[in-house]
């Protein structure tokens, strides 16, 4: 994780997702699918990112800045990356905030699967982010079994603001790409 300040030319700080990660006793296994994003209304960074392929250690880590300042630190948080106890773990995470929350989309794969042949289905988790700013207990919501006639959607990805994040209603635009013969896409 590199933070640079475009303004002052300079190195906030370097850190890898390994020390990054040393606070957190579920982080221990390989960390990889980063994804940052800057909340303009709270004015702090979110920093999310996977640890572990096997559902038995699939975790999901997420950072909430303490401040504007990335350096001031984070709170740390790891959410269970098999939340459905269904033996799979998660991958391939897009992140969005609304004015409240935070969402984070996933894909789930069975144990020893490759190139997307092990899908299971994708999910969605919705954690308030005033909860992840102010170091408190994320309580999650999760949305899964998301099918458009009988098929799983695969990659849903929420639907950004422009300048700022958007009110509920919330959107997710997604599609099924492991189909031969799809031509949708979903919203």
């Keep these: 994780i590199y933070a640079y300040d475009i303004e002052g030319d300079s190195l906030i700080f370097a850190i890898s997702l390994g020390n990054f990660s040393l606070p957190i006793r579920e982080a221990r296994q390989s960390k990889y699918d980063p994804r940052v994003l800057f909340d303009p209304e709270a004015n702090r960074f979110i920093i999310v990112y996977l640890n572990g392929t096997v559902h038995r250690v699939s975790k999901i880590i997420v950072a909430f800045s303490k401040s504007s300042n990335p ?3 984070f709170n740390l948080y790891a959410l269970e990356g098999n939340p459905l106890d269904n ?3 998660s991958d391939y995470p897009h992140i ?3 004015n ?5 989309t996933m894909n789930t794969f069975l144990d020893d699967s490759s190139n997307n042949s092990g899908y299971v289905e994708s999910t969605i988790r ?3 982010k005033n909860a992840g700013y102010d170091s408190l207990a ?8 998301i099918k458009v006639a009988g098929k799983n959607l695969f990659n849903s990805t929420g639907v950004k603001g422009g300048s700022a994040p958007y009110s509920p209603p919330i959107y997710f635009a997604s599609n099924r790409a492991l189909s031969l ?3 949708s896409l979903f919203l």
């Design 71 to 73: 350096a001031e630190g």
């Design 87 to 89: 033996d799979t773990w």
């Design 96 to 98: 969005m905030v609304s």
């Design 100 to 104: 409240e929350d935070l969402f984070i």
């Design 126 to 128: 919705q954690v308030s």
């Design 138 to 145: 994320l309580i999650e919501q999760y949305y899964y079994d």
């Design 181 to 183: 013969t799809n031509d």
